[in-house]
């Protein structure tokens, strides 16, 4: 079946089956491969993106239930050449290690900041618990959060 | 003892050693261009599954897979009957025992490899595991070491002609006479029988390969999840028979590794066998059930421990007795010399004359593959032993634990140190680092509220870990795996415009190596950190190395990086002499410059050196700024640390809750101490896991319980404590830069620290010791049954 989904402001169609699951589409029919996969439970969260700008888990939707709506992958952080401020962020409080989770935590900070722009340790921990990190212990991923907020206000 | 600020040598331009060079690597990861396996995508490349046993123990008696092979976008279905024709069912493990690649003849765990198909399109692979029909004949399970090794248990490797029973290996260290001479001598002897449960290093990227064998020259391009890449293709060129110059072993951006991505697995070998078979690429990523149910497992020690102390409150021995359990194939990754890896660290920080070690390892129908998992070959279960044993010890005979520690510590005018078990510590200062923890968490305040609070019927525990480490394997000369010398390498070019690159044979995971390696060249030549690149991972482009495990990259290739880097500043002090027209011996080095004694503006920077060391080199020297350092360390190194958890536990729910966390850490000189920081707060996440939720079990049948993230508990954000750092820092006094490793202390150290805290909120009620993850219904359960049921 033809499936249509705005991903990153381009339109992307294919022909697919209807098991594809979303994940796939956006790494294989799309090719933006940002989107990691690192469970298949929606448990760890290396695959979140923004459906319609709500932190989904892709790999645990088909990519037709994301037809006609929009899709945002780190890929579309970056904008005119600058990197968002959760992009900068993260590099600037070493939120990162391996890189792996780290899209989708940044996806996940960043929809976050877009209904509290000054989150306390705790809401930042709370709306990050859906995303596993297995190399940072989490501090300095809070900390890029806040530190992006914070960015964000000054901009 | 001194600090990060004290080994500065650069300024802040060039970014060497102590700087918090934020990541290079960085800048691809936040805008989701780094390449990881999964990522990896050729012209014609097929997708491979794998069939696994759904039962833990059984006679392998047919495999039908016609309708699997007739199913459209089906390749190839392969068995180990079809690998068999060409040598390849079984495979070396990196301890010298064999495992199958794809079953014969039995299934022995829950999850091992017995088909797998070969398809246009990985959606299609895994449809046609379900049309392989197979046929078990089911066996008894045997699931723990004791159980294994009792008379008369059913031979789980029938497969090797000398196994007369399910022993796998027996070592031991130390003297048996001494310690027990101490013993019969001793005030008090305090024993502990402990489990340290099976966990996962569950990396969030599981492991995969991608095979491309050209049909054409038979040239072998392998992708793989590898934290040791050309060690790889040594054993690729070794189980394959693949000539070694044709096989390039390219492993990239890794997404964790802790040690899951050290043995060569099944799917990496049935990937390449098709498609040397099929004549085209192809990919294999497990699933994250198939990681946990088969790849790499780490821990599964049974341990008994026993100190003797004397009168005075001083320890005199410590025996220990272990077995482990290693499933259904021994394929630790761990020193050929050394059967129990480096257990033997387990007198821990502690000075006393005597020690004996026996250690057993059985084989059970569990999965494989016993890793160091963000360890240094077993040192997590000898560290974990022994604090809980002093904990334990300082409780019998009535002292504070703290002052037990510092009483029996190793002293630093006893540096270096000769163990009881043959070990040599290189240097030291526990009684500064165990201070600075109890300054920084305020004790003997804490003590007095504890008391305070227990009059309330509140619990609050208070719990040090003082651990020991011992990391950065070599020397050559005592270690090796599967008989690979454990030397590391580093080939350093600086170009004619004072760039340079810098190229390794160890492989980052996550620990910032292509900012870090690039700061110690900066250090040693002044060319600013961010003017070299840092390339690891291509066997074709990268000298020999055995890989990053066990915090062996900063002691052993990091030191190749200060030994090369040294090598070519005194060739360039050559090329400066020539170009200031001064006898070398005349020129002093200064930050990034040669400037002759006495004259500082009669100086010439790298950059000028490197330029004439094309365009204009001395008469009689060889051209270039390059070269290429194999180092063998004289000696392992030490990092060590004291750790502080306070806790409260909720006698009625048995829940536990950590409302402090320090961690001071001695890891030598910090390269990077932004880095440092996030490699123990990530480790201290570690240990906190295995202490409170993280382990695999299985039932009596050998199903594996914890295969899934839903199932198999790893903390996320909302559990995971916060963390208060320290530092000390004392030289190693034999590494070239003085560092010692960093990736692992915090796995090692913390997960005693959080144990002894619960168990001292309950030692008033005579609770002496809960197994790991302290569960809510353990702590429970120990309380009720102090309590006199």
């Known amino acids: 079946m033809n499936v249509n989904v705005t991903i990153n402001g381009a339109e992307t169609s294919a022909d697919i089956e209807p098991r594809t699951l979303l994940v796939d589409f956006i790494r294989t029919d799309a090719g933006l491969t940002g989107t990691h996969i690192g469970c298949d439970t929606t448990s760890c ?23 006609g709506r929009s899709v945002q992958t780190v890929e579309g952080l970056k904008q005119d050449g600058s990197l968002h401020p959760i992009q900068a962020a993260f590099k600037d409080s070493h939120g990162l290690q391996c890189g792996f989770c780290t899209p989708g935590m940044m996806m996940v900070g960043k929809a976050l900041l877009e209904e509290n722009a000054s989150p306390s340790d705790d809401d930042v921990r709370w709306a990050i618990s859906g995303n596993l990190c297995r190399c940072t212990g989490y501090m300095n991923i809070v900390k890029a959060i806040q530190q992006a907020g914070a960015m964000l206000a000054e901009s | 003892m001194t600090t990060t600020e004290d080994h500065l040598g650069t300024p802040p331009e060039i970014g060497g050693i102590g700087h918090n060079v934020r990541r290079v690597e960085d800048d691809r990861f936040i805008q989701g261009a780094g390449k990881y396996l999964d990522d990896v995508s050729l012209p014609g490349m097929l997708h491979m599954a794998i069939l696994r046993s759904p039962v833990a123990h059984a006679e392998l008696v047919s495999i039908d897979a016609s309708e699997a092979e007739a199913l459209d976008g089906v390749v190839a279905v392969i068995t180990g009957e079809a690998l068999a024709a060409h040598n390849l069912a079984w495979m070396p493990t990196l301890s010298g025992d064999t495992q199958a690649v794809l079953a014969t003849d039995k299934v022995r765990f829950q999850g091992q490899e017995v088909a797998a198909v070969v398809a246009t399109d990985p959606y299609i692979a895994r449809d046609a595991l379900s049309l392989i029909f197979v046929d078990y004949e089911e066996l008894p399970a045997i699931t723990n070491p004791m159980q294994a090794m009792e008379d008369g248990a059913p031979v789980i490797r029938t497969d ?36 340290y449960p099976r966990s996962h290093p569950s990396p969030l990227e599981t492991c995969g390969a991608v095979a491309d064998i050209n049909p054409a020259t038979g040239e072998a391009t392998i992708y793989l999840t590898s934290q040791a890449p050309h060690a790889h293709r040594t054993l690729f060129a070794i189980v394959a028979g693949l000539p070694e110059q044709n096989i390039r072993i390219i492993s990239p951006d890794i997404g964790g590794g802790f040690g899951n991505k050290v043995p060569i697995y099944p799917g990496y070998v049935v990937a390449t066998a098709a498609s040397l078979l099929i004549g085209k690429p192809v990919k294999w990523v497990e699933t994250r059930t198939e990681n946990l149910i088969s790849t790499g497992f780490a821990r599964d020690y049974h341990m008994h421990g026993e100190l003797a102390i004397d009168g005075d409150g001083r320890i005199t021995a410590m025996r220990a007795h272990i077995r482990s359990d290693q499933g259904a194939f021994y394929a630790d990754a761990q020193p050929t010399k050394f059967r129990a890896g480096l257990f ?28 160091a998992y963000r360890c240094s070959f077993r040192v997590t279960e000898a560290s974990y032993l022994i604090e809980r044993l002093v904990q334990k010890a300082a409780t019998t005979i009535g002292m504070d634990p703290a002052e037990f520690r510092m009483k029996n510590f190793i002293k630093p005018e006893q540096f270096p140190y000769h163990s009881p078990t043959g070990f040599v510590y290189d240097s030291g200062d526990y009684h500064t680092a165990l201070q600075q923890a109890m300054d920084m968490v305020g004790y003997d305040e804490l003590r007095a509220e504890q008391a305070q609070a227990r009059e309330e019927g509140r619990l609050i525990g208070i719990g040090i870990a003082s651990f020991t480490e011992v990391v950065g394997a070599g020397n050559s000369k005592e270690y090796d795996i599967a008989g690979l010398k454990m030397f590391d390498s580093a080939e350093l070019r600086v170009h004619p415009t004072g760039k340079a690159i810098l190229k390794l044979g160890v492989k980052t995971q996550g620990q910032g190596h292509e900012t870090t390696f690039a700061q110690i060249v900066a250090s040693e030549l002044g060319i600013p950190a961010s003017h070299i690149a840092v390339r690891e991972g291509d066997t074709d482009n990268t000298p020999y190395g055995l890989g990053t495990y066990a915090s062996r990259s900063t002691p052993v290739a990091g030191a190749a990086t200060a030994v090369i880097a040294r090598r070519l500043r005194e060739k360039a002090r050559k090329i400066a002499a020539h170009l200031l027209e001064a006898a070398p011996e005349d020129l002093e080095w200064s930050v990034d410059k040669f400037a002759v004694a006495g004259s500082p503006d009669r100086s010439v920077s790298i950059q000028d050196i490197a330029f004439a060391a094309y365009t204009n080199p001395p008469d009689g020297e060889e051209p270039g700024l390059e070269g290429v350092h194999y180092y063998d360390p004289p000696n392992m190194t030490y990092p060590f640390g004291s750790y502080i958890v306070v806790v409260e536990v909720d006698a009625e ?45 299985f039932d009596d049948d050998g199903n594996c319980i914890g295969s ?82």
């Open chain 2, 653 to 697: 729910t048995g829940e536990w809750k950590v409302l402090r966390m320090v961690a001071v850490d001695d890891c030598g000189v910090r390269i990077n101490p932004m880095i440092v920081e996030g490699q123990i707060q990530g480790g201290l996440t570690e240990g906190f896991a295995k202490a409170n939720m993280q382990w695999i079990t």
């Open chain 2, 160 to 195: 090797k002609e000398d196994q007369t029973d399910n022993l796998a290996y027996e070592w031991e260290a130390g003297d048996k006479d001494a310690t027990d001479q101490a013993f019969a001598g001793a005030a008090h002897v305090v024993t502990l029988d402990t489990h």
């Open chain 1, 45 to 67: 969260g290396a695959c979140t993106v923004l459906l319609d700008g709500v932190p989904v888990k892709s790999c645990t939707l088909f990519a037709v239930q994301a037809n």
């Open chain 2, 708 to 789: 899934n993230f839903m199932d198999y508990l790893v903390p996320t954000a909302w559990e995971t404590p916060r963390f208060e750092l320290g530092e000390t820092v004392t030289p190693s006094p034999h590494h070239p830069i003085g560092a010692k490793g960093v990736g692992e202390s915090a796995t090692v150290g913390s997960p005693a620290a959080y144990v002894n805290a619960v168990v001292d909120a309950l030692s008033h009620l005579g609770v002496d010791n809960i197994d790991m993850p302290v569960l809510p219904h353990r702590v429970w359960s120990a309380v009720k049954e102090a309590d006199g049921g």
């Open chain 2, 344 to 371: 033997h660290i387990c007198t821990g920080s502690y000075d006393f004359p005597a020690a004996h070690v026996v250690a057993q390892g059985a084989y059970t129908n569990k999965a494989p593959g016993g890793v």
